[in-house]
């Protein structure tokens, strides 16, 4: 049996025929397995759905409760039969609830990663190895410029830069799922004790994080706040939202972004970030090459990113290699600013003395 008779890449996304199953697929289907609730890989419409429970969580936070025709929560390391291909989820350490997805069929083991980072995370269960025959990979930062510098020391400079600028506010600019949440963690690690303040568009998600046991201590939402109060603040946001009104009500604001992107210092321009934050919930290109190595497969698939340099590493190191050439993936900022303006809309505020969180906040 060949790889391509169990998974092969479709214009909806990789699909397991003997399965009967979608892997992220990009258009409605059947049945879906889904490895992490980002926007670009999670979305509504499929008949079914089979995710962690946290993702699917997301997912109905995200879409309402009518997002799936019926859905079913698998644990980490649970093996279920689907017409006879044998899939289990592992780990990824992208986001919370993030996995891995094994595809095993008559021996023949094939992993498709989704998003992953092999760097720890304390909102996230960590990256585990799994051995394959084929393995999967994304490519976000699949160049060897990407070499993502330590997130510690970069919380560091967010922390110096507002110890610098006391009459200043400090705006970070982080997606709405998972990397918001690490950074206020790491800040809290870090030992800052003070509120964090949080765009409202960010609420919902962020209390779901606090009720999975997720510390981040103490979190305010902006709305309400004196201009004079926001001094000396972090407060963390979308990334669109530092250039539209809502910035205007703090004080002289210090743009800050936390992302692998902010390695590329025309990015930083171009957005006009005067604290780039080089913290990234995807691989680097040593992450990706060293997970590729470890997890003994034979024969690469690299999907959304940079996949001809990752192809022409995988094959020069004797290893049988494809781009997938699948669209739809990798935009999962475009793709969260929607689901943030719609979180913003629809759903009430638990945060306390607030009311309900808004696109506005």
């Known amino acids: 049996m060949r790889p391509e008779d169990i998974l092969v890449p479709t214009p909806s996304g990789v699909c397991c025929k003997p399965g009967g199953f979608h892997i992220d697929p990009t258009r409605p289907v059947a049945k879906a397995l889904i490895t992490h609730g980002h926007s670009d890989h999670a979305r509504a419409g499929h008949g079914a759905v089979l995710a962690t429970q946290e993702t699917l969580d997301i997912m109905r936070l995200r879409y309402g409760d009518g997002f799936a025709g019926t859905t079913q929560a698998v644990r980490y390391g649970e093996t279920l039969d689907l017409d006879g291909v044998r899939v289990s989820f592992h780990p990824a350490g992208h986001v919370l609830g993030s996995a891995q997805i094994l595809v095993d069929k008559?021996?023949?083991?094939?992993?498709?990663?989704?998003?992953?980072?092999?760097?720890?995370?304390p909102t996230c269960a960590p990256f585990e190895t799994v051995q394959c025959d084929v393995f999967i990979t994304e490519a976000t930062f699949g160049l060897p410029v990407f070499r993502h510098h330590?997130?510690?020391?970069?919380?560091?400079?967010?922390?110096?830069?507002?110890?610098?600028?006391?009459?200043?506010?400090?705006?970070?600019?982080?997606?709405?799922?998972?990397?918001?949440?690490?950074?206020?963690?790491?800040l809290r690690a870090a030992g800052y004790d003070k509120p964090i303040y949080l765009h409202g568009a960010m609420e919902t998600i962020t209390r779901y994080y606090q009720s999975r046991g997720i510390d981040l201590g103490e979190v305010e939402l902006v709305r309400g706040a004196k201009k004079s109060e926001l001094a000396g603040t972090i407060t963390i946001c979308p990334p669109s939202a530092m250039g539209d009104l809502w910035s205007r009500r703090f004080p002289d604001p210090v743009a800050a972004f936390a992302s692998g992107w902010m390695r590329v210092r025309?990015?930083?321009?171009?957005?006009?970030?005067t604290l780039p934050l080089v913290i990234s919930d995807h691989a680097d290109w040593d992450g990706l090459t060293a997970t590729i190595v470890a997890t003994g497969a034979s024969e690469v698939w690299v999907t959304h990113g940079q996949e001809d340099a990752l192809v022409h590493w995988s094959r020069s190191k004797g290893l049988k290699a494809?781009?997938?050439?699948?669209?739809?993936?990798?935009?999962?900022e475009e793709a969260d600013v929607v689901a943030d303006a719609d979180e913003g809309l629809t759903v009430p505020s638990p945060l306390a003395g607030e009311g309900q969180g808004g696109g506005s906040s």
């Open 106 to 121: 008559d021996g023949l083991r094939l992993v498709a990663s989704g998003d992953y980072k092999d760097v720890p995370d």
């Open 150 to 186: 330590d997130a510690a020391g970069e919380i560091g400079k967010l922390l110096h830069s507002v110890a610098l600028f006391p009459e200043r506010a400090h705006l970070v600019g982080a997606y709405s799922l998972g990397k918001a949440q690490r950074v206020m963690a790491m």
């Open 266 to 273: 025309a990015r930083a321009r171009q957005r006009g970030i």
């Open 322 to 332: 494809r781009p997938l050439d699948i669209v739809g993936y990798g935009d999962e």
